[in-house]
């Protein structure tokens, strides 16, 4: 019996596999390992999980219908956690067709592919925190009305989690959708704002700060994320019995961090100082985010262990080895 990864050669899917074949498991990976950002980094991601024998690849585009079952036949999968989607807010106004093919059709394939193979116990699928657009009300906590998101992004994400519920529903598919907080670490997205923060800053480069800095994100360290999501996987929902196998939670870590401080944090890290360029609010984008984990923490024995001065450390430090690698 085998796991599946979607978007395993991502930064999320490449730590919640290695995870797994750690205790034990068999794991397939799938990515289609598009150029969104460097494609080597997703190529060195998947050279790391390719040491483990318990390991296999299958390349695939979630966006093509019928790819998954075919990229898949002869394979025993008995639970799914699916990362793979079009992720970035920004990138959404401007490309808005690769998030309907990606989350969207995507998310669909895989509906279809778990509820006709047999013995599937569990899907465990990435949603996030935009869905819960600009509502003021903090900290966010599951129950709140998420029905105005300001991104194209944020809205696929919604709908991934109203196609789950219907699958629930109809299916009996066992579900559980995790609405994350801005996840950061060792292996990250270079089109995240920690990310190309650090570069600029050590290569005494400006940096571009968004609403002038008055934002706040709820940073999650991705050892915390995967705690998270392996224990969502070994926790699968129970039908009620008016209620469907479907449940979501926050990931987050509930310690929102003020931009600019966020910044003086990494500047004290790397011992430098950057020059930084104001900038308006971008389209798509939310002045704060800050989860309520009291849900996730009841059901999953969810805790947050990693401060931002730790998890950015480790972040500095595994940046400054992999940029200067030959
Ligand atoms: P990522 O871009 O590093 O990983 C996603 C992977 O999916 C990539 O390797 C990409 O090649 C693959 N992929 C995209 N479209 C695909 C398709 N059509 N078929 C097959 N593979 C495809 O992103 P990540 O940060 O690891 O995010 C993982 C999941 O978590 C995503 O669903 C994302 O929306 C969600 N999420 C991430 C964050 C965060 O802060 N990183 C926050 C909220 C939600």
Same mark, same amino acid.
């Given at each position: /019996? ?8 991502? =930064?999320?899917?490449? @730590?919640?596999?290695?995870? #797994? ?24 991601? #998947?050279?790391? #999980? ?37 992720? $970035? ?26 509820? @006709? ?45 109203? /196609? ?9 598919? !066992?579900?559980? $959708? ?23 800053? /050590?290569?005494?480069? !400006?940096?571009?700060? =968004?609403? @002038?800095?008055? /934002? ?11 705690? $998270? ?7 699968? !929902? ?30 004290? #890290? ?44 480790? =972040? ?11």
């Amino acid at each position: /019996m085998a796991v599946l990864v979607t978007g395993a050669a991502g =930064f999320i899917g490449m @730590h919640v596999a290695e995870a #797994l074949l750690r205790r034990g498991e068999e794991v397939v990976g799938l990515d289609n390992l598009n150029d969104y950002y460097d494609v080597s980094l997703k190529d060195d991601r #998947l050279s790391l #999980l390719r040491n483990h024998p318990g390991f296999s690849f299958v390349r695939a585009d979630l966006g093509e219908e019928g790819a998954l079952e075919a990229g898949l036949a002869g394979r025993v999968i008995d639970r799914v956690v699916h990362l793979a989607a079009q992720a $970035g807010v920004r990138y959404s106004i401007q490309n808005p067709r690769s998030y309907a093919a990606s989350n969207l059709t995507g998310h669909l394939e895989v509906l279809e592919y778990c509820r @006709h193979t047999a013995g599937l116990k569990h899907l465990v699928y990435a949603s996030s925190s935009s869905v819960y657009g600009g509502n003021k009300k903090v900290p966010f906590s599951e129950d709140d009305r998420v029905d105005a998101p300001v991104s194209l992004y944020a809205a696929t994400k919604k709908a991934d989690e109203l /196609m789950s519920h219907t699958y629930a529903h109809l299916y009996g598919l !066992p579900q559980t $959708g995790l609405r994350f907080f801005t996840v950061y670490g060792p292996w990250g997205r270079p089109d995240m704002a920690y990310f190309s923060f650090t570069k600029n800053i /050590m290569e005494g480069k !400006p940096i571009r700060v =968004f609403n @002038h800095g008055k /934002m706040r994100r709820d940073f999650t360290y991705i050892d915390d994320i995967v705690a $998270g999501v392996l224990a969502a996987l070994d926790n699968p !929902p129970e039908a009620g019995a008016e209620s469907p196998p479907h449940r979501v939670f926050n990931l987050g870590n509930n310690k929102p961090v003020a931009l600019m401080d966020f910044i003086t944090t990494l500047e004290g #890290l790397i011992g430098k100082k950057s020059e930084w360029i104001y900038e308006p609010m971008q389209d798509g984008d939310v002045v704060e985010t800050y989860a309520d984990i009291e849900r996730a923490k009841a059901a999953l024995g969810y805790a947050p262990v990693t401060n931002i001065e730790e998890g950015l450390s480790r =972040f500095v430090s595994w940046y400054t080895d992999y940029s200067s690698r030959e």
